[in-house]
């Protein structure tokens, strides 16, 4: 799991994102609603009316809204760019659970610790429709993502499932008013109901906390205080008990579907939030804090984006790292992509897959190291145990099918990362972080005593940059001895330009630039994270941070590139990113645009 913001505060019970902006809200035990810049790690606002804690949280998807509900029995529908509470909305008799905003029409889901679900219509500020069923407090309820259902679950140890469509068409009907020849309950004076009982999923043994659609599959999945997640299957007549994920060991806060991979998320008040793999139904990932129970989570409608609240705050996070693997030489790109080395060439614009990967890794490739006299590459894969990490050497077929590539036989072993050091040899950081010097056979030449290192990096023929918490080291491989220590704690990533005579380390908030020797000739602190960065040939650093791209002398000045007048070297500059935003590389088009950028800037 990837961290990317946390917060401290009240514990969160309710979460939301927007589905544009980088916000996050987070709706608090103690009354308070939070809204969060998750890229900026800021806060942008806060607010408070309700009485109590806040449970219930969801933005608007196209207004700038959103609607809270909380155990003062008050729902409120706010406008986040008036900073105030518009109306509130009463009704309930109990704390209120969750609020949901409907994706198409102006309607707001609640569920009610009253045993209730009420739909409301926020144009018209009234109760259109009332479900009653659920005989013990109902802990969530949510609208279908694009039919007419809504899911509830309710400690009574039940999930059901509510068609809605007889709402839907009477509110669509000419002249139809929502509020005529109807109580309260949604039964008209003909016996008909807006809403009725689809299913009635039984099979936890204890109250159910969530249940949640599957975003595009005929699929329910929910999570009880039997500390089972569930999933379940549905079609019109009938639904059922798919299989049972079986690992927490404390009631099942919350479960949630992966919006566009075969996995589920789930947490717990056993201090987890675990990963599932929907085929196998086995865990496949498990994070713990040590002392706070999870309430909530959250998924980002378009990003891989997660947001899970506990007792002590929220954090913000990715499942895995999707900055993509890649090696620049020349006019060439090559990147791992979906199981296959790809090659796009600067020049053409042609993007070509040249190799398929060998399978039997559920990590991604985290880097990469090209050696062009020999025309091969090694791939590191890195594990959530270290230990546990590999890499493969390759040998790039010289012709490929670009329909259809080859697979070559792959040569695996364990390593943290193994990197080039020479035409026809390479250096491994093994698990127990000595270092390692190969042959193309991947047998061992010889063993290197290093100082202590937690990563290697690439510093020309013969040399490699190691890295420890406080600094970096310039190391000669073939003398065996430490040539120049330079002090930046915990680098992530290393940028040499073209010539080797100058070389960018980058930190989470801070750059390094230094020469050949590792003498240092500038720093540079960003508040915000530094994500990559790339020289141009006439010795100008680019780099980008989360929401900006700068560009850094050699002699310590830097600044932000002018937005309006470079918008379209800005273009061209994303269209030679390796495929991810934020990710800059070198290439013709690459420096012919930064030429006319610093004409800009002038």
């Known amino acids: 799991m990837l961290t990317k913001f946390e917060t401290k505060s009240a514990r969160v019970k309710g979460l939301s994102f927007h589905p544009k902006r980088p916000w996050v ?20 606002d806060k607010f408070d009316e309700h009485d109590g804690p806040v449970r219930g949280i969801d933005f608007h998807k196209q207004q700038p809204l959103f609607v809270s509900g909380g155990d003062d029995y008050k729902i409120k529908v706010w406008n986040y760019k008036l900073r105030r509470c518009l109306f509130t909305l009463l009704g309930h008799l109990d704390y209120i659970r969750t609020t949901f905003f409907h994706h198409e029409y102006p309607w707001i889901l609640s569920a009610s610790d009253d045993q209730t679900i009420r739909i409301w219509n926020w144009q018209s500020r009234t109760c259109v429709c009332v479900l009653t069923g659920h005989n013990h407090y ?52 003909f016996g008909g109901s807006d809403a009725v009982v689809k299913h009635v999923l039984e099979g936890h043994d204890r109250g159910v906390n969530w249940a949640a659609f599957h975003p595009s599959m005929p699929l329910i999945v929910s999570g009880a205080d039997d500390r089972q997640v569930k999933i379940w299957r549905m079609n019109e007549s009938k639904a059922w008990e798919l299989d049972t994920c079986r690992g927490h060991y404390n009631n099942v806060s919350c479960a949630v579907f992966h919006p566009r991979q075969e996995l ?44 899970a609240g506990h007792d002590s705050g929220m954090i913000v996070f990715k499942l895995e790292r999707e900055r993509p693997a890649y090696a620049v030489h020349g006019n060439m790109l090559y990147y791992v992509k979906d199981r296959f080395l790809r090659q796009l060439d600067f020049n053409s614009s042609k993007d070509t897959a040249v190799m398929q990967l060998r399978s039997g890794s559920k990590f991604p490739v985290f880097s990469m190291s090209y050696n062009p006299a020999e025309n091969a590459v ?21 012709e490929s099918d670009s329909q259809n590539p080859d697979a070559p036989e792959g040569k695996r072993s364990s390593g943290l990362t193994a990197v080039w050091v020479a035409r026809n040899r390479f250096a491994v950081l093994d698990r127990m972080h000595s270092l390692l010097i190969k042959n193309l056979k991947n ?37 065996k001895r430490s040539l120049a220590t330079v002090k930046i704690a915990k680098v992530k990533y290393v940028v040499w330009s073209a010539d080797t005579s100058h070389v960018a380390l980058l930190a989470k908030h801070a750059i390094m630039i230094c020469n050949r020797k ?85």
């Open 25 to 44: 809200l987070a709706s608090l035990h103690n009354g308070v609603i939070q809204l969060w810049d998750y890229r900026m790690c800021t806060l942008i």
């Open 138 to 189: 109902v802990m969530c309820a949510q609208f279908h993502p694009s039919e007419d259902l809504v899911v509830s679950a309710s400690l009574d140890q039940t999930v059901r499932v509510w068609d809605i469509s007889g709402l839907r068409k009477k509110n669509l009907s000419p002249g139809a008013v929502e509020t005529d020849v109807r109580g309260i309950t949604g039964v008209d004076l």
């Open 264 to 307: 589920i998320l789930s947490n717990s008040e056993d201090k987890s939030i675990r990963v599932w793999d929907m085929s196998k139904r086995t865990g496949v990932q498990t994070f713990r804090r040590d002392h706070d129970r999870f309430w909530v989570l959250g998924a980002h409608p378009n990003l891989n984006l997660f947001a």
């Open 378 to 398: 090694l791939l590191c894969t890195r594990a959530t145990n270290l230990e546990n990490s590999t890499y493969d050497l390759y040998s790039i077929p010289k």
């Open 443 to 479: 047998e061992i030449v010889k063993k290197v005593q290093v100082p202590s290192c937690e990563e290697i990096f690439y510093a020309g023929t013969g040399s490699l940059l190691l890295r420890d918490a406080d600094g970096v080291t310039l190391f000669d491989v073939q003398q």
């Open 518 to 602: 590792l003498e240092s000739l500038c720093n540079i602190h960003e508040n915000i994270r530094v994500k990559s960065g790339s020289w141009d040939e006439s010795g100008v650093f680019i780099y980008t941070t989360s929401n900006h791209i700068k560009y850094a002398l050699t002699s310590g000045w830097h600044w932000r590139l002018p937005r309006r007048r470079c918008c379209r070297v800005t273009t061209r500059l994303w269209k030679c990113a390796t495929r991810e935003p934020r990710t800059l590389t070198s290439s013709p088009s690459f420096t012919s645009s930064l030429a006319t950028w610093r004409n800009c800037a002038r």
